[in-house]
């Protein structure tokens, strides 16, 4: 019998013998088409091997700069080492804010409400889970209010599944409104010059409207699982139980920590302003605010500073991230970006609406399958490449932007936060969400959200 590791070696080579072939009926170049096969082989090789992501990816930049495919000076270019810095600095912020318990504080802050109903719950939740994510990013927000909820309904004794699920769909949306959401918005900002400002005005409007579009979807879809909430909420006396959950008003660290979060956040959001005020390069201070902050931090803290490098900073993570940012650049150097924009402008002709409509609805459909860092990090040295056919691409980065994000919620490993949430409840409850009790409800909700992002951004001249 064959054993799943050789059916899965079976499969990546098929795959990649595969893209072998479509590349060369594309006529690329021998530089070329191994630009696009080791790229598409890190990614087939990572969703096949997850727990091998990082080794993969060191092989394929290997092979890359042995093979002349790229050089060095491209390749470190290509690897956004600003991007990753950025992430750097606001992951230690983020271990300040939770070594205080500033997410433990804020969710219960927010959870204490006179005549709780499960309509109101879930409301609170979706909101909650929406800001919390813009301020953070989409995985600090699901560990935290993952954890909330399970402490709520282990208090009801009810189910916690449908509002873990809630969560997470709010998480994926919320994340496309500012651009410290989700790794991918600061990617596209980076490359696209797009500021912190920029996100406000255009694309928090526009994701408040996706969160309040799934409100009416959740409570007709979990109606059961909330009827029983609000018999459980009346039997119990919900006001006492969050009384009892709250604790004391934040201690004078948590005040500083939460000082040095706000001063953080206002000037990333002033960044664009401030930028112009001191002729700085596009998002030179959206960059490196993160980086003073968390350097504030280190010296005040300074006998933690090498705990909150070591054990807040994702480090697996930020060096995958790299590399595949590396590689993905690599499919630019070699021209293959410039190849894919026309065939993809010659599948849907000169018209732009017709383009934003491609690009949304490849990135959502992706993405669901797809890790969406991995699909946009493709996808913008494509978008880059519709410059020179003479296309303005403000309105394709949104599209990619919320592609990404919102297609995430479509399947059980549509996104980081996903896959965390379900690693979460089955550890700590032994609960198994099977794929097609997410599928229906994450399908609906996933096409309904990027049709009203398709809308906006096609017909709307605010977008343009």
Not at 153 to 162: I, S, Y
Not at 391 to 413: D, I, K, R, S, Y
Request: glycine share 6%.
């Amino acid at each position: 019998m064959v054993s799943r590791l050789t059916l899965k070696f079976i499969l990546l080579f098929f795959l990649i013998t595969l893209l072998a072939s479509a590349s060369h009926k594309l006529g690329l170049n021998a530089q070329q088409m191994i630009a696009v096969i080791i790229f598409s082989a890190s990614v087939f090789a990572t969703l096949l091997f997850w727990d091998f992501r990082v080794a993969i990816a060191f092989l394929g930049v290997g092979i890359l700069l042995v093979t002349h495919t790229v050089d060095l000076e491209s390749l470190m270019k290509f690897a956004s080492l600003e991007v990753i810095l950025f992430l750097v600095g606001m992951m230690v912020l983020v271990g300040l804010l939770k070594e205080f318990g500033f997410f433990g504080w804020l969710i219960t802050i927010i959870l204490r409400i006179k005549n709780l109903t499960a309509k109101k719950f879930v409301f609170i939740l979706v909101v909650c889970s929406a800001l919390l994510s813009c301020c953070v990013d989409e995985v600090t927000s699901i560990i935290f209010m993952v954890a909330a909820i399970l402490e709520i309904c282990d208090l009801f004794e009810v189910e916690p599944t449908p509002y873990i699920i809630i969560s997470v769909f709010a998480t994926n949306i919320g994340s496309t409104g500012t651009v410290l959401g989700n790794p991918i918005g600061i990617l596209i900002a980076s490359k696209s010059g797009l500021t912190f400002e920029d996100f406000i005005v255009k694309a928090f409007p526009l994701m408040w409207l996706c969160i309040l579009s799934i409100i009416p979807l959740v409570m007709v879809w979990y109606r059961k699982e909330m009827k029983i909430l609000d018999e459980r909420i009346k039997k119990i006396g919900a006001n006492e139980i969050f009384m009892r959950l709250i604790s004391v008003p934040p201690e004078r660290q948590l005040k500083i920590a939460l000082s040095i979060f706000g001063f953080t956040l206002f000037f990333i959001a002033l960044h664009h302003r401030l930028e112009l005020l001191l002729n700085l390069e596009t998002n030179t201070l959206l960059l490196s605010i993160p980086l003073i902050s968390a350097g504030l931090v280190m010296i005040w803290k300074w006998k933690k500073a090498r705990s909150y490098i070591e054990k807040d900073v994702e480090w697996w993570t930020l060096l995958f991230f790299l590399l595949l940012f590396a590689e993905a650049g690599t499919l630019k150097y070699a021209g293959v970006t410039d190849v894919l924009a026309r065939k993809i402008l010659s599948a849907a002709g000169t018209n732009p609406s017709v383009l934003i409509g491609t690009i949304i609805w490849t990135s959502s459909f992706g993405s669901s399958i797809l890790d969406n860092v991995v699909l946009v990090t493709a996808f913008i040295p494509i978008v880059q490449s519709f410059k020179n056919l003479g296309f303005a691409l403000q309105p394709l980065w949104w599209a990619l932007l919320f592609g990404g994000c919102l297609g995430g919620n479509m399947t059980l490993v549509g996104s980081t936060a996903n896959i965390i949430a379900l690693g979460i409840i089955e550890k700590e409850k032994n609960i198994r969400i099977t794929f097609f009790k997410w599928f229906w409800i994450g399908l609906i909700l996933g096409i309904i959200t990027t049709c009203i992002s398709w809308f906006a951004l096609t017909f709307l001249p605010y977008y343009r």
